[in-house]
């Protein structure tokens, strides 16, 4: 709002013309400013009504399973920032992301020695196979930041969420990403923030994204989203003890 005090304590002479003039600017001005929005800061990420679920914003991108995408990462402040990092699995950001410090599993002698999510004897430790594919509710970190009806997506709703939205390589606040725009007009950010291996950010403009969902094949791996500033695609070569960031989902009430 702009409030205009005007005080005039004496008028020998008023000129009307230059007076209607100078309040007609002034109402231009106005309008003007209120009306300038920057078109690459978009009001709570495209969510028109910004809705929330335990404090967090989500945005509805009318998808046919009907699940809610939040606006921002775990452990971010806006939807252009990235974060906080994690392993697989762990609910805790570390410094070191490698297999020595990894909640579930080890590499140990040139070879994989996982204690839990593991479906290959081969790869457990001691013969270990517990079958389990997708991560319980007390290793989802979505739930664990954010409470109750929040989660890490499946690779499922990643595929979904792809599949019926338009998408374009774009920069936010000076962040790069890639937009995610729905047939209802919501759409969708994510921020390239990359991946940590060891201590090491590998940014570079990738995206990579955990799913809750396990490479059966190659258990030591879990499934996720990928993209560069080229293209966006699902991959399964994420070794789970690399640190990457999490968007979370919850379901309609």
């Known amino acids: 709002m702009y409030f205009v005090s005007l005080q005039i304590e004496r008028i020998d002479f008023i000129d009307m013309k230059s007076v209607l003039k100078a309040l007609t600017a002034l ?12 078109p ?5 990420d495209g969510n028109a009504n910004g809705s929330s679920t335990n404090g967090h914003e989500y945005v ?3 998808l046919p399973s009907g699940t809610l995408w939040a606006t921002c990462n775990v452990g971010a402040g806006t939807p252009e920032d990235y974060g906080n990092y994690y392993a697989w699995g762990e609910t805790t950001p570390k410094e070191i992301y490698d297999w020595k410090s990894y909640r579930y599993g080890r590499f140990f002698n040139e070879r994989y020695e996982l204690n839990k999510y593991c479906t290959n004897p081969d790869l457990g430790l ?16 979505a739930l664990a930041k954010w409470g109750a009806g929040w989660r890490i997506p499946t690779i499922e709703e990643w595929d979904e969420m792809f599949q019926n939205t338009t998408s374009v390589w774009t920069s936010q606040n000076g962040v790069n990403g890639w937009r995610f725009t729905a047939s209802n007009g919501n759409s969708l950010f994510l921020p390239a923030a990359g991946y940590y291996w060891d201590a090491e950010l590998n940014a570079a403009d990738l995206g990579v994204y955990w799913s ?3 490479n059966e094949e190659y258990p030591y791996r879990a499934w996720g989203f990928h993209f560069n500033a080229f293209q966006c695609h699902l991959c ?11 968007r979370a989902v919850c379901s309609k009430k």
């Open 27 to 38: 109402l231009l001005m106005m309008v003007f400013a209120l009306s300038c929005q920057k």
């Open 40 to 44: 690459d800061e978009p009001n709570n």
């Open 60 to 62: 509805d991108l009318g």
């Open 126 to 141: 001691d013969g270990f196979v517990d079958s389990l594919i997708i991560l319980e509710p007390a290793d989802d970190v």
């Open 212 to 214: 809750v969902t396990l």
């Open 236 to 246: 399964g070569s994420s070794d789970r003890n690399r640190g990457q960031t999490v």
